[in-house]
C-alpha cells in the first residue's frame, strides 16, 4: 500500500513528538515543613482581621495546616457584632461566617439560625446568581442544614439556566461545589467536568493550569474532586494531569496573600487525600546534595505532596545511576534503606560503588512510581607537582624551573627582567582515582605585594588563564616585556597565585605559589600619550555631553542655469505644440457649455496644472496633495455632472 508523502511526514512528526515527551509520574516537589511555617506566617494577621473575608481564610488555612486557632472566643464576639446587622450581611459574608463556626466549633449564641435565614432567602430567590447559590447551599452544608427535594430541583433548573447564559470557568467550578452538595442529585454536573478540564493550559510539559490562576485553578479541583468522591466516581483526569496540577499548585508557594494560602493548602489537601489517585514526590530529600567521601549517602524522599508519609511503605529501589557525561552505569537494581527514625527517607550508600567524580541520573522506583533524581560526586583534587622559574622570550635556552610542594610557598624571590618570560608547570590528580584531570577554573593570579606603587598609583593583579594540552598538563607561559603594558610598567614584586576550582571538587583552593619580582621596559613616548589620552578622557567621563541635534543632509548642487532654462523649455514645449495645433486647427469655441458645472471643471482642472507647477517650484508632497485633494473631488464630481449633460443632449437629438 503506498503512503502519500505527506501523511507520512504527519505520521513521522507525530512519533517524535511523542517520543519526546517526558512521562511524569513523581510531582517536582512537596510542602516542606519551612513551607508551611511560611504560609502560617502570612495567615497570622489575618485572625485579628475585622474584615470577616480575610478572617475565614485566615482560620480556614490554620485548619488544613493543622494548627489551633487562637483567641477563638473573640473571634465569636467578632462575628456575632457582625451578625446584628442582618441587613448588611450578603450571602457571601453570611457563607464565611457559616464556615468560621464550623471551623472553630465552640461560638455560642443565634449565629447559625441568622445566617440560615440569610441562605434560604438566597436560595428561594429565581434571580440568584451562580456565586449566591454556591455561598448559600455550601453555607447550609457547613451548618448541616438538610434542603427539601422541592428546593433540590430548583436549584438544578437555575445552574442549568444560568449555565445556558454563561458557562465560564468560574461557573463551572461554582456548579461543581453545589452539585457535590446535593449529593446523587448533582450526577447532572459530572458530564460538565472534561467541559473544564479540556480548558486547562499546559506549560513546558511540567504543570497544568487554568486561566486566571491560582484561585480559579483551585477552586476548580476542589470542586472537581469534591464532586467525583460525592457520587463515588473516578474524576476523569488521567495521572498525568493530576501531577501537572498538584507541579503548579506547589508551584505557588509564595504567594503572599490569605486568600492565597488558603486556595493553595485546600486544593493541595484535597489531591492528598482524595480517595481515586494521590499524586506522590520522590525526590531528594535535600537539593543540591553532593556525595563524597565524608557523605556518601544519597538519601531520597518518598511522601505525599503535603510531606506526609505514605499510607503503605513502598519498597524503594535505585534501577540504575548514570554518569551524564558518559552514560556509564555504575549500579544497577539496588534496594534503599529505609531510615529509622523517619517513615519518608530512605538511603543509599553511593561511594560504595567508587563512582568517579561528576554529574550522575539515578532511576528510583517507589511502588510504581519512578523519578530521576541528579546529584553530583565531589572528588577531591591533588597537586601531583608544581615548577615554577624563569626563560628566555626567545625560547633558545630551556627554562630553569624548580619545584614547589603543595601547600608550601618557594622561600626565593624569582627575578625576571624585560628579556625573560615567567614560566610555571602544575599537573592535578584525582585524589580517589590519582588519575590526570583538568578542572573548570584554573588562573594564574599576579598581584603587587605592595598597595601602591613608589610612584603612588595602586598596585596591580591581573589573573591569566592556564592551559592544560591533550594530557591534562597545564602550562603558564608570560613574556615579561610584552605584558608590561597590562602592568602600567610597574616593576617590582608579585605574588604569583594558583586559583583552582570546579563545581565537583571537594577542595578548591587559592595557593600562593611565590614571589617573583617583574621588570619592565620604560614605556615609549606612543604608550604614554595613549596614558594620557585615556585618563583625560576617563576623568570626563560624567561630566555634560554637548546636546545631540539632528543634522539634515545638505541639498545637492544645483544645475547650471542653462541646463535649468533648456529643461524648462522642453517642458513647456507640449503646451506650445498644442496651441499652435489649435490655431492651425481651428477651436469651435461656440460649441462650449456655457454651464456652471463645465465652467467649474475646466477651472478645477485648470487649478490643478496650476498646483503641479508651483509644487515643482516651492511646495512640498505633503502640503500639495492636501490642495489637490480638495481640487480634484470638486473637479471630478464637476466633469462627472458635464459629461453627463453631453451625453442627455446626444441622446435627445
Given at each position: 500500500m503506498?503512503?502519500?508523502?505527506?501523511?507520512?511526514?504527519?505520521?513521522?512528526?507525530?512519533?517524535?513528538?511523542?517520543?519526546?515527551?517526558?512521562?511524569?509520574?513523581?510531582?517536582?516537589?512537596?510542602?516542606?515543613?519551612?513551607?508551611?511555617?511560611?504560609?502560617?506566617?502570612?495567615?497570622e494577621?489575618?485572625?485579628t482581621?475585622?474584615?470577616?473575608?480575610?478572617l475565614?481564610?485566615?482560620?480556614?488555612?490554620?485548619k488544613?495546616?493543622?494548627?489551633?486557632?487562637?483567641?477563638?472566643?473573640?473571634?465569636?464576639?467578632?462575628?456575632?457584632?457582625?451578625?446584628?446587622?442582618?441587613?448588611?450581611?450578603?450571602?457571601?459574608?453570611?457563607?464565611?461566617?457559616?464556615?468560621?463556626?464550623?471551623?472553630?466549633?465552640?461560638?455560642?449564641?443565634?449565629?447559625?439560625?441568622?445566617?440560615?435565614?440569610?441562605?434560604?432567602?438566597?436560595?428561594?430567590?429565581?434571580?440568584?446568581?451562580?456565586?449566591?447559590?454556591?455561598?448559600?447551599?455550601?453555607?447550609?452544608?457547613?451548618?448541616?442544614?438538610?434542603?427539601?427535594?422541592?428546593?433540590?430541583?430548583?436549584?438544578?433548573?437555575?445552574?442549568?439556566?444560568?449555565?445556558?447564559?454563561?458557562?465560564?470557568?468560574?461557573?463551572?467550578?461554582?456548579?461543581?461545589?453545589?452539585?457535590?452538595?446535593?449529593?446523587?442529585?448533582?450526577?447532572?454536573?459530572?458530564?460538565?467536568?472534561?467541559?473544564?478540564?479540556?480548558?486547562?493550559?499546559?506549560v513546558?510539559?511540567?504543570?497544568?493550569?487554568?486561566?486566571?490562576g491560582?484561585?480559579?485553578?483551585?477552586?476548580?479541583?476542589?470542586?472537581?474532586l469534591k464532586?467525583s468522591?460525592?457520587?463515588?466516581?473516578?474524576?476523569?483526569?488521567t495521572?498525568?494531569?493530576?501531577?501537572?496540577?498538584?507541579?503548579?499548585l506547589?508551584?505557588?508557594?509564595?504567594?503572599?496573600?490569605?486568600?492565597?494560602?488558603?486556595?493553595?493548602?485546600?486544593a493541595?489537601?484535597?489531591?492528598?487525600?482524595?480517595a481515586?489517585?494521590?499524586?506522590?514526590?520522590?525526590?531528594?530529600?535535600?537539593?543540591?546534595?553532593?556525595?563524597?567521601?565524608?557523605?556518601?549517602?544519597?538519601?531520597?524522599k518518598?511522601?505525599?505532596?503535603?510531606?506526609?508519609?505514605?499510607?503503605?511503605?513502598?519498597?524503594?529501589?535505585?534501577n540504575?545511576?548514570?554518569?551524564?557525561?558518559?552514560?556509564?552505569?555504575?549500579?544497577?537494581k539496588?534496594?534503599?534503606?529505609?531510615?529509622?527514625?523517619?517513615?519518608?527517607?530512605f538511603?543509599?550508600?553511593?561511594m560504595e560503588r567508587?563512582?568517579e567524580?561528576?554529574?550522575?541520573?539515578?532511576?528510583?522506583?517507589?511502588?510504581s512510581i519512578t523519578?530521576t533524581?541528579?546529584?553530583?560526586?565531589l572528588?577531591?583534587?591533588?597537586?601531583?607537582y608544581?615548577?615554577?622559574?624563569?626563560?628566555?622570550?626567545?625560547?633558545?635556552?630551556?627554562?630553569?624551573?624548580?619545584?614547589?610542594?603543595?601547600?608550601?610557598?618557594?622561600k626565593h624571590?624569582?627575578?625576571?627582567?624585560?628579556?625573560?618570560?615567567l614560566?610555571?608547570?602544575?599537573?592535578?590528580r584525582?585524589?580517589?582515582t590519582?588519575?590526570?584531570?583538568r578542572t573548570?577554573?584554573?588562573?594564574?593570579?599576579?598581584?603587587?605585594?605592595?598597595?601602591?606603587?613608589?610612584?603612588?598609583?595602586?598596585?596591580?593583579?591581573?589573573?591569566?588563564?592556564?592551559?592544560?594540552?591533550?594530557?591534562?598538563?597545564?602550562?603558564?607561559?608570560?613574556?615579561v616585556?610584552?605584558?608590561?603594558?597590562?602592568?602600567?610598567?610597574?616593576?617590582?614584586?608579585?605574588?604569583?597565585?594558583?586559583?583552582?576550582?570546579?563545581?565537583?571538587l571537594?577542595?578548591?583552593?587559592?595557593?600562593?605559589v611565590?614571589?617573583?619580582n617583574?621588570?619592565?621596559?620604560?614605556?615609549?613616548?606612543?604608550?604614554?600619550?595613549?596614558?594620557s589620552?585615556?585618563?583625560?578622557?576617563?576623568?570626563?567621563i560624567y561630566t555634560?555631553?554637548?546636546?545631540?541635534?539632528?543634522?539634515?543632509?545638505?541639498?545637492?548642487?544645483?544645475?547650471?542655469?542653462?541646463?535649468s532654462?533648456?529643461?524648462?523649455?522642453?517642458c513647456?514645449?507640449?503646451?506650445?505644440?498644442?496651441?499652435?495645433?489649435?490655431?492651425?486647427?481651428?477651436?469651435?469655441?461656440?460649441?462650449?457649455?456655457?454651464?456652471?458645472?463645465?465652467?467649474?471643471?475646466?477651472?478645477?482642472?485648470?487649478?490643478?496644472?496650476?498646483l503641479?507647477?508651483?509644487?515643482?517650484?516651492?511646495?512640498?508632497?505633503?502640503?500639495?496633495?492636501?490642495?489637490?485633494?480638495?481640487?480634484?473631488?470638486?473637479t471630478?464630481?464637476?466633469?462627472?455632472?458635464m459629461?453627463?449633460?453631453?451625453?442627455?443632449?446626444?441622446?435627445?437629438?
Amino acid at each position: 500500500m503506498n503512503i502519500p508523502l505527506v501523511l507520512l511526514i504527519a505520521i513521522t512528526r507525530l512519533t517524535i513528538c511523542l517520543s519526546s515527551n517526558q512521562v511524569l509520574q513523581s510531582t517536582n516537589s512537596y510542602l516542606t515543613t519551612a513551607d508551611k511555617i511560611h504560609l502560617k506566617k502570612i495567615l497570622e494577621p489575618g485572625i485579628t482581621s475585622s474584615d470577616v473575608s480575610i478572617l475565614y481564610y485566615a482560620v480556614t488555612g490554620y485548619k488544613f495546616l493543622r494548627a489551633a486557632v487562637p483567641n477563638q472566643q473573640d473571634i465569636c464576639d467578632r462575628l456575632a457584632r457582625i451578625a446584628k446587622n442582618l441587613d448588611n450581611v450578603t450571602t457571601e459574608n453570611a457563607f464565611h461566617i457559616a464556615s468560621i463556626v464550623e471551623t472553630i466549633g465552640t461560638c455560642q449564641g443565634d449565629l447559625r439560625s441568622i445566617v440560615a435565614k440569610v441562605f434560604t432567602v438566597a436560595i428561594e430567590k429565581d434571580s440568584s446568581t451562580m456565586p449566591e447559590l454556591y455561598y448559600a447551599v455550601s453555607g447550609l452544608t457547613a451548618l448541616s442544614e438538610k434542603l427539601s427535594g422541592n428546593k433540590v430541583d430548583q436549584i438544578i433548573n437555575t445552574i442549568r439556566n444560568n449555565l445556558r447564559k454563561d458557562d465560564s470557568l468560574w461557573n463551572l467550578g461554582y456548579t461543581f461545589h453545589i452539585a457535590s452538595d446535593l449529593g446523587t442529585s448533582g450526577a447532572f454536573a459530572f458530564a460538565r467536568i472534561e467541559d473544564a478540564i479540556i480548558q486547562a493550559d499546559e506549560v513546558d510539559g511540567q504543570y497544568l493550569q487554568f486561566e486566571g490562576g491560582l484561585s480559579v485553578t483551585s477552586f476548580l479541583v476542589n470542586g472537581i474532586l469534591k464532586l467525583s468522591d460525592a457520587l463515588k466516581q473516578k474524576p476523569p483526569l488521567t495521572s498525568q494531569q493530576i501531577v501537572k496540577i498538584a507541579n503548579y499548585l506547589l508551584s505557588r508557594r509564595s504567594v503572599q496573600t490569605p486568600r492565597g494560602v488558603t486556595s493553595l493548602l485546600s486544593a493541595l489537601t484535597m489531591l492528598a487525600n482524595n480517595a481515586f489517585e494521590k499524586p506522590i514526590c520522590v525526590t531528594l530529600a535535600n537539593e543540591g546534595v553532593s556525595i563524597s567521601v565524608q557523605q556518601p549517602f544519597v538519601t531520597v524522599k518518598v511522601c505525599d505532596i503535603l510531606g506526609n508519609p505514605l499510607d503503605s511503605v513502598p519498597k524503594v529501589i535505585a534501577n540504575s545511576a548514570t554518569r551524564i557525561e558518559d552514560d556509564a552505569v555504575i549500579l544497577s537494581k539496588q534496594s534503599l534503606q529505609i531510615s529509622q527514625t523517619d517513615k519518608t527517607l530512605f538511603t543509599l550508600n553511593l561511594m560504595e560503588r567508587k563512582p568517579e567524580r561528576g554529574f550522575y541520573k539515578i532511576s528510583v522506583t517507589a511502588g510504581s512510581i519512578t523519578n530521576t533524581i541528579t546529584v553530583k560526586v565531589l572528588c577531591e583534587v591533588v597537586v601531583d607537582y608544581l615548577e615554577i622559574g624563569t626563560g628566555d622570550a626567545d625560547q633558545t635556552t630551556q627554562p630553569k624551573l624548580t619545584r614547589v610542594l603543595y601547600p608550601e610557598k618557594l622561600k626565593h624571590k624569582v627575578e625576571a627582567d624585560s628579556q625573560q618570560k615567567l614560566v610555571m608547570r602544575f599537573l592535578l590528580r584525582d585524589g580517589a582515582t590519582k588519575k590526570p584531570m583538568r578542572t573548570h577554573q584554573a588562573f594564574v593570579r599576579l598581584s603587587s605585594s605592595a598597595s601602591y606603587s613608589n610612584s603612588g598609583e595602586k598596585g596591580h593583579e591581573i589573573l591569566f588563564v592556564a592551559e592544560p594540552d591533550t594530557s591534562h598538563f597545564y602550562k603558564f607561559d608570560m613574556p615579561v616585556g610584552s605584558t608590561a603594558v597590562n602592568f602600567n610598567h610597574q616593576s617590582g614584586d608579585y605574588n604569583v597565585e594558583l586559583i583552582v576550582g570546579d563545581p565537583i571538587l571537594g577542595n578548591p583552593f587559592q595557593w600562593t605559589v611565590a614571589t617573583v619580582n617583574l621588570k619592565f621596559p620604560e614605556s615609549t613616548a606612543a604608550e604614554r600619550i595613549v596614558k594620557s589620552a585615556f585618563y583625560k578622557q576617563k576623568s570626563n567621563i560624567y561630566t555634560t555631553k554637548p546636546e545631540i541635534k539632528h543634522m539634515f543632509r545638505e541639498p545637492e548642487k544645483r544645475p547650471p542655469a542653462v541646463v535649468s532654462n533648456l529643461f524648462t523649455g522642453l517642458c513647456l514645449a507640449p503646451i506650445v505644440l498644442l496651441f499652435g495645433l489649435w490655431a492651425k486647427l481651428g477651436v469651435n469655441i461656440s460649441n462650449f457649455p456655457l454651464s456652471i458645472s463645465a465652467v467649474t471643471f475646466h477651472l478645477g482642472l485648470g487649478s490643478i496644472f496650476v498646483l503641479f507647477g508651483i509644487f515643482w517650484l516651492k511646495l512640498n508632497m505633503f502640503v500639495t496633495l492636501r490642495y489637490l485633494f480638495g481640487l480634484g473631488v470638486v473637479t471630478f464630481l464637476a466633469g462627472n455632472k458635464m459629461l453627463s449633460r453631453i451625453a442627455h443632449k446626444h441622446k435627445s437629438r
